[in-house]
């Protein structure tokens, strides 16, 4: 079994919805949690850390459910520029362990 | 700038011909480590280092080898590439203060094709 496991997708949502996804996890001894974005098989770069208590930057909003083993992801008002694919990562820092990414695409 | 630097970009080689991919760090980060990408699997450890000659595998080092003599390098080495070494490689670089949530920093990526 993978250690973390997303929805593929796509999800295909006009400008200006919401859309959200998640992932679970396996391993109930990690401890940091964060969410990566990745545009066509460029490097991943951090779009949030994602904290117990639940955490928002702009229009993402990621929580940790510790208890079920799983993170979610909602993006509000998406832009165009907000399609990639997004990648749920677990730590420790010096060995990640990703899911295979959700892709999202935006159509204006 | 803060950058994780890979080369090459782009490798075709062949079979059994050994080769080096360079991964350098200005950050005076402690931890580097390499992963590879393919369709479906997502990204997934090679092998890790948290500082200088101090080096472990990660979850796939199978053919690999890695070496860390100066803190910003961390060469990933293939003896005797085979084609299921076909792959997109990353390189990673973090702080490693051990606080929760470090952000890693990935390099641009080398595409390897072994024919």
């Known amino acids: 079994r993978k250690e973390v496991e997303q929805d593929p997708g796509p999800f295909n949502v006009p400008e200006g919805a919401t859309v959200a996804f998640n992932c679970t996890y396996s391993n109930s001894a990690s401890q940091s949690f964060f969410w990566y974005r990745q545009d066509c098989r460029k490097e991943p770069k951090l779009l949030m850390s994602v904290y117990s208590s639940g955490n928002e930057d702009g229009r993402f909003t990621a929580q940790l459910n510790r208890a079920s083993q799983y993170i979610s992801l909602l993006i509000r008002d998406s832009k165009l520029s907000d399609s990639a694919t997004y990648l749920c990562?677990?730590?420790?820092?010096?060995?990640?362990?990703f899911g295979a990414g959700t892709t999202v695409t935006v159509r204006a | 700038e803060a950058q994780v630097t890979q080369n090459p970009r782009y490798l075709i080689t062949v079979t059994g011909k050994k080769l080096t991919v360079t991964c350098s760090q200005n950050m005076n980060h402690e931890y580097m480590s390499w992963y590879r990408q393919d369709p479906g699997l997502g990204l997934r450890q090679i092998y890790y280092?948290?500082?200088?000659?101090?080096?472990d595998k990660g979850d796939v080092p199978e053919g690999y080898k890695v070496s860390r003599k100066e803190k910003r390098n961390f060469p990933l080495i293939l003896e005797s590439p085979s084609p299921n070494q076909t792959s997109l490689y990353f390189c990673?670089?973090?702080?490693?203060?051990?606080?929760?949530?470090?952000?890693?920093?990935f390099g641009q990526g080398t595409r390897l094709t072994v024919v």
């Open positions: 990673a670089s973090s702080s490693g203060t051990g606080s929760m949530n470090t952000e890693a920093f």
């Open positions: 990562v677990t730590g420790p820092d010096y060995k990640l362990s």
């Open positions: 280092s948290m500082n200088v000659e101090v080096t």
